[in-house]
């Protein structure tokens, strides 16, 4: 093991909207509260968690970055006891060829108090583009009725980006169409740069985002548990990118593509 993760913690977020942001209740104003994944907050500025607030980190926990061969790493995190609050955090990364990343996710309440959690992730993928824009389809498997964003239209199953996205601080779209019970599974299709990726969980989201801004777009989709006193629980987010390539528009695999020409 070896303590070699950047600062600012784990590229993950738990607690976006409060649910998961450990003791922040049960602190006083200037006193620690959890964020899962980074460490211990000093709470400022009232009684409820406001994610565009910034908290001032007292202290930073560590993260043991542990690789598997050539193909794994594993980073793991736990906290002290704070407010009857802990826990152990485990997250990693599985290269499967030959075209496909999966993310694994292990949390354990390890306190003495019973906690929920909201965890998602950015995703931010560029799909090949200095800036998303037209040509850019993103399919939720499910029609999206009553939409209301000038900046997408609806086609089938999929959204359709409209036009560049180079406007601060980004867009944003809550998903108004009913989940199905099923895990998720979303498509991106770029018509410009023949990139398709997607975006699979094996849980069944609490509710799902699309963000866009001018460095990417981004599917967020949340995973809602929890957790008893020992207990713990794993889930997983798995990515697949392949390039249209083909007449026919199929999908080949990024690792079958080499060579200078390509």
């Known amino acids: 093991p070896r303590n070699s993760f950047p600062p600012g913690g784990m590229p993950d977020d738990f607690g976006l909207m409060g649910v998961g942001v450990l003791g922040y209740p049960d602190a006083g104003e200037g006193e620690s509260f959890i964020k899962i994944g980074v460490g211990l907050l000093r709470k400022t500025g009232g009684a409820f968690y406001r994610y565009k607030r910034t908290y001032e980190v007292q202290k930073e926990l560590d993260c043991q970055v542990v690789t598997d ?38 949390l354990k309440n390890t306190g003495n108090r019973e906690f929920s959690f909201e965890q998602y992730n950015h995703n931010w993928f560029s799909m090949g583009r200095r800036h998303p824009g037209e040509g850019m389809l993103i399919d939720w498997g499910r029609p999206e009725k009553g939409l209301f964003a000038s900046w997408l239209a609806a086609e089938g199953n999929a959204l359709r980006l409209l036009g560049p996205t180079t406007d601060e601080p980004g867009y944003t779209y809550h998903l108004t169409a009913p989940l199905d019970g099923k895990p998720s599974a979303v ?76």
């Not at 995190?77 to 407010?83: C, E, G």
């Not at 995973?223 to 697949?240: A, D, E, M, N």
Request: net charge negative; charged share 25%.
């Open 69 to 106: 061969g050539e193909t794994a790493v594993e980073i793991s995190q736990s906290s002290p006891l704070l407010h009857g609050y802990s826990y152990e955090y485990r997250k990693r990364y599985i290269l499967l060829p030959p075209d496909k990343l999966e993310i694994r996710y292990s």
């Open 187 to 262: 498509e991106i299709k770029d018509e410009q740069t023949g990139f398709k990726l997607r975006a699979l969980t094996d849980f069944i989201p609490s509710h799902e985002v699309l963000y866009i801004d001018s460095g990417g777009i981004c599917p967020e989709i949340f995973f809602l548990h929890c957790l008893k006193p020992g207990q713990s629980v794993v889930w997983t987010r798995t990515y697949q990118l392949a390039v249209q390539a083909d007449s026919r528009g199929s999908a080949i695999p990024l690792s079958s593509i080499g060579g200078e020409d390509q």
